[in-house]
């Protein structure tokens, strides 16, 4: 399980902190176990906006994490301290979503809690403090994360302890881990008010990296090999410093847009319309919905078809097509599905992904596609940019690239096999 000692001393100091020392003077030996809890970040390698619409994508679980750990209290209630983010308090019968939390961490803790009831789980008062070596606002999926990991400290945490002994790290089967993401993806709707698909949830979950098919319920997750230093090809996220997160409306209006066109053919999703009959009626769709719908949907098409290439390419091993492949998802993603800039200003001063993506273009000179790929990262709008370089010039890159923006934007990647994992310990 990865767990690293510091980040484990960490926690341990502010659970005692925080809640007092309990687990080692109460007689409730539930009260003595801990449970240790991490889930993974996660980056997008094809497929953007194409899975809440039963699309395809790859992804791929990182390095970077999210971390808790917990133990039961005995009493009625969940208390959280999430380390940077503040504390949060719930009773075990208070799991109705609330409309002030939408947006924040609290949301995902209640609805998570929730999910785990209505799943058959039975509740039990704990206490858990966590930490996160995510970026937040870069379209990582630090939020998606923390779903994940709530929901493997859940069960954990709230299944009987005679069952499981501790110091064991509990192993989950690739359906309950499935179970726990799509739960994820439903409380990131509901609770959190962010009409997101369950890629995210399920890259975290699963870890490695996976090509995902969401024509079918529950969505198909093939484990695939992606080794771009094999390659000689380093990864790379280019921060834009515009956060995501403040353009939820904007990200909002992309499945919606997507979804008003599936309506227009009888379907729920685009991938219930089906392509022939999408551009069989596509001058309908502009006519009643509007360019930018018609576009959105277009994109849609396109782009899970080429993810589909891009699972291919991998497995052939032509990486280099692949390459071509992530140019072109980002040249569609800006002109077609439009989720590059944002636009909540309605003057285009600001528009930092699309900068980078140019100096992107500039520093790995155009259509040479050998020397590396770029494209927008995750929902848009800010975020990061995903960058692909050859790993000789790596450090070249990433130095060239800070020294234009004027801070330190870039972030090494590091692709982790190891999704959600819990462990119980005896303190």
Do not use: W
């Amino acid at each position: 399980m990865r767990f690293p000692a510091s980040t484990e001393s960490h926690l341990l100091g502010l659970l005692d902190e925080r809640f007092g020392a309990i687990g080692r003077s109460r007689s409730d030996n539930a009260a003595k176990t801990l449970v240790c809890a991490s889930a993974p970040g996660r980056i997008e390698l094809a497929g953007n906006h194409t899975d809440h619409q039963g699309g395809k994508t790859i992804a791929a679980a990182i390095e970077h994490r999210a971390y808790a750990i917990a133990r039961a209290n005995g009493t009625g209630s969940i208390r959280v301290f999430m380390d940077g983010f503040g504390s949060f308090c719930m009773g075990l019968d208070d799991l109705e979503a609330k409309a002030g939390e939408l947006g924040t961490p609290a949301s995902l803790i209640r609805g998570m809690v929730a999910a785990y009831s209505r799943a058959g789980g039975t509740l039990r008062g704990f206490d858990a403090v966590s930490c996160s070596d995510i970026p937040v606002g870069r379209g990582l999926s630090s939020s998606a994360a923390f779903e994940v990991l709530m929901g493997v400290l859940l069960r954990a945490l709230c299944t009987r302890h005679d069952e499981t002994p501790a110091r064991c790290e509990m192993i989950f089967s690739r359906q309950e881990l499935t179970a726990i993401a799509l739960e994820g993806a439903q409380v990131e709707q509901a609770y959190f008010g962010k009409p997101s698909g369950s890629q995210d949830q399920l890259a975290c979950a699963h870890g490695g990296v996976a090509a995902m098919d969401f024509s079918s319920d529950p969505p198909r997750i093939s484990p695939i090999a992606f080794d771009a230093e094999s390659f000689g090809y380093a990864l790379c996220l280019i921060d834009s410093r515009c956060d995501h997160s403040a353009h939820t409306d904007e990200y909002a209006a992309v499945p919606a847009d997507m979804q008003a066109v599936a309506r227009l053919f009888d379907g729920i999703t685009l991938h219930d319309v089906g392509e022939r009959a999408f551009f069989d009626g596509f001058a309908t769709a502009r006519e009643r919905l509007g360019d930018r719908a018609a576009l959105r949907a277009l994109h849609y098409f396109e782009e899970t078809k080429r993810a589909g290439m891009q699972q291919e390419a991998l497995r052939s091993g032509d990486f280099t097509r692949f390459l071509s492949l992530v140019r072109e998802s980002g040249a569609s993603s800006a002109q077609f599905l439009q989720n590059v800039s944002a636009r909540s200003d309605r003057t285009g001063k600001s528009q930092p992904a699309m900068v980078v993506l140019a100096l992107c273009a500039h520093l790995l000179d155009g259509a040479r596609t050998s020397r590396g790929a770029y494209r927008i990262h995750g929902g848009g709008f800010g975020g990061s940019v995903l960058s692909i370089v050859e790993a000789k010039e790596a450090d070249r890159f990433m130095k060239a690239m800070d020294a234009l923006l004027g801070y330190r934007a870039c972030i090494p990647v590091a692709i982790s096999p190891e999704g959600a994992s819990v462990k119980r310990v005896d303190r």
